[in-house]
């Protein structure tokens, strides 16, 4: 079993910055694929940015140079950098990950999520 631990969120005024970490722990031998999806209140979840195991990374267009992604995998930490935020970022952040586990196996983990509201 693996565990997703987020944080970072929380209330920004537009034109600020904030950094989300999620830091995974449990039965790991690697990580693949670490990414951030976002949910707004009618919507639904839209990948934010990936990070792979080798450092590549894919953005939305709608972040794209204002957010990085980045990880530490040392740690099993992915963050997620965010700066000249806009009141249309708000939404609910979730972490994703792809574990490969001590077994071999593959599976996919979803942390708890962490509230980003970003005021006009």
């Known amino acids: 079993q693996v565990q997703l631990v987020e944080s970072g969120g929380g209330l920004v005024q537009a034109g600020g910055s904030l950094r989300l970490s999620c830091a995974a722990s449990g039965s790991i031998f690697s990580i693949n694929v670490m990414d951030w999806h976002r949910q707004a209140p009618g919507k639904q979840r839209e990948l934010v940015a990936a990070i792979t195991s080798g450092g590549s990374t894919n953005y939305a267009d709608s972040v794209k140079g204002r957010f990085t992604i980045s990880r530490d995998n040392a740690k099993n930490t992915v963050y997620l950098q965010m700066n000249s935020l806009k009141p249309e970022d708000t939404a609910v952040y979730y972490c994703?990950?792809?574990?490969?586990?001590?077994?071999?196996?593959?599976?996919?983990?979803w942390g708890q999520g962490t509230q980003v509201t970003v005021s006009s």
């Open positions: 994703h990950v792809n574990v490969v586990s001590v077994t071999g196996l593959f599976y996919n983990y």
